[in-house]
């Protein structure tokens, strides 16, 4: 059974970096068929695509966030990272990293149970 | 920049159909866009609801179904119970590997 599974700090200081690792277990991270996203949600507020990436390395970006975001790849590890630099309050959020569909950009399933990252001044 | 926009509240009695709709503030919401929906109760994951516009994800009820009207997307729920009562968010492929969620819909039965 495929799972997914964030790790990384709980709390970061404001105009550091986020790095957050996603595991994934019970597929290969290689499959063509898919790529791998993270996707956030601040507190009491709706879903946010980050970004997205491919087993090759390709990514794609939230354009509002893309100067800031780098989403890598370690397939020998089956995991990809998401780091988020320039940190501020509003970055503060629940990251859930998820499977996304190749042919089907929208359709992420499954998703990670999320990590709370706090964002502190 | 171009908004995925939801109705920010709706609500349905139970039993009562309902239809949640997905459009854009520039352009409209087709089949190409592969609109999919979620629905997301309070501290939980968010479900797959349909995928593609009208695809049900695995162990959905047929009382949910997804399609285009007009230039949106939308969700409708046939026959609502009250463990429909949730937020949902729908997603939009913008084209060069782009993905865009909606605001959200928090749907109340009552």
């Known amino acids: 059974q495929l799972q997914l599974q964030e790790s990384g700090p709980g709390l970061v200081t404001a105009s550091e970096t986020l790095s957050l690792t996603c595991t994934v277990s019970g597929a290969s991270i290689r499959d063509r068929r898919y790529y791998w996203g993270w996707i956030r949600q601040p507190p009491g507020k709706g879903l946010e695509w980050i970004g997205s990436?491919?087993?090759?390395?390709?990514?794609y970006y939230n354009p509002s966030l893309k100067s800031r975001v780098t989403i890598s790849i370690d397939t020998s590890k089956n995991q990809y990272s998401l780091k988020l630099s320039s940190v501020a309050a509003a970055d503060t959020a629940v990251y859930h990293c998820?499977?996304?569909?190749?042919?089907?950009?929208?359709?992420?399933?499954?998703w990670g149970q999320g990590t709370l990252v706090t964002v502190s001044s | 920049q171009t908004v995925v926009t939801q109705e920010p509240s709706l609500s349905v009695s139970p039993g009562g159909t309902v239809t949640l709709t997905c459009g854009l503030t520039?352009?409209?919401?087709?089949?190409?866009?592969?609109p999919s929906w979620y629905q997301q109760t309070p501290g939980q994951t968010p479900r797959t609801l349909i995928y593609n516009t009208n695809s049900r994800s695995s162990g959905v009820p047929d009382r949910f179904s997804g399609s285009i009207l007009g230039n949106k997307a939308a969700l409708t729920i046939t026959g609502a119970q009250a463990d429909d009562e949730s937020d949902y968010y729908c997603a939009v492929y913008m084209g060069g590997g782009i993905s865009v969620f909606g605001g959200g819909t928090k749907l109340t039965v009552l």
């Open positions: 990436i491919y087993y090759s390395g390709t990514a």
């Open positions: 520039s352009g409209s919401v087709s089949t190409s866009s592969r």
């Open positions: 998820a499977r996304g569909d190749y042919e089907i950009d929208t359709w992420f399933d499954p």
